[in-house]
């Protein structure tokens, strides 16, 4: 079945040692986007790939950076994680940006 | 910001009953998306209805689009305990920045 897949789906890490996620996906969408949600909240945007064009948002940490190798892998890396970077973090794919996306079940990253 | 708002942000019902819930928007829009979120998983995408549209039904689902009030609502009827989870409305802007704008949620809880 086409699907969208995340790797770990449980992450812990420690206080500033960097942390790669990834996404891969079968459904040969074009876009790909990152998000990161707390407890409780809506899903916040930190960045999204069209095709290789990478689309920052404004308020997304420095310490956030992703990279796109191929259309199906996609991989969220926290430099220096602190203990405010807990949180799922989920990935979606889309064949038209605006249209229809399809997550991932999430990571949920624990910081010590 | 451009988040839009979900009422209410929890709702109780009993199984069988119909739940209702709304979400208003501030910008105009290209299309308005609901999104279904068990606890702990990753987003399910319920139904898309486009800015021309006034309504859409999909099974149980119903949902209703008012450009005017920027508003959007989501009729779930004959609930079920399956149906608890949390709903969150998207929104993707007409002026074409490629990604959605996620709702603050409403967390549905049906009584067996």
């Known amino acids: 079945d086409a699907m969208v897949i995340q790797n770990p789906r449980y992450q812990v890490t420690q206080f500033g040692k960097p942390v790669t996620l990834s996404c891969s996906q079968t459904l040969n969408h074009n876009v790909m986007y990152w998000y990161q949600q707390k407890s409780s909240q809506a899903p916040k945007l930190l960045f999204h790939?069209?095709?290789?064009?990478?689309?920052n948002e404004a308020d997304t940490p420095d310490n956030f950076q992703s990279r796109r190798p191929n259309t199906s892998f996609c991989f969220l890396d926290i430099r220096s994680p602190g203990l405010g970077d807990a949180a799922m973090y989920l990935c979606?794919?889309?064949?038209?940006?605006?249209?229809?996306?399809?997550f991932g079940p999430g990571t949920r990253l624990l910081v010590l | 910001s451009q988040q839009g708002e979900e009422d209410p942000q929890a709702l109780s019902i009993q199984e069988g009953e119909n739940a209702t819930m709304n979400c208003s928007y501030k910008t105009s829009i290209n299309n308005l998306q609901w999104y279904r979120q068990n606890s702990g998983r990753g987003l399910v995408h319920l139904i898309l209805i486009r800015s021309n549209e006034r309504e859409k039904h999909s099974g149980r689902l119903r949902v209703t689009l008012d450009t005017s009030k920027k508003s959007s609502s989501l009729l779930i009827t004959a609930s079920r305990a399956a149906d608890t989870a949390s709903y969150f409305c998207?929104?993707?802007?007409?002026?074409?920045?490629?990604?959605?704008?996620f709702g603050t949620g409403t967390r549905l809880t049906i009584i067996p």
């Open positions: 790939y069209y095709d290789k064009d990478f689309n």
């Open positions: 998207a929104t993707e802007a007409n002026f074409g920045n490629e990604k959605l704008t």
């Open positions: 979606a794919t889309s064949g038209t940006a605006g249209e229809t996306q399809y």
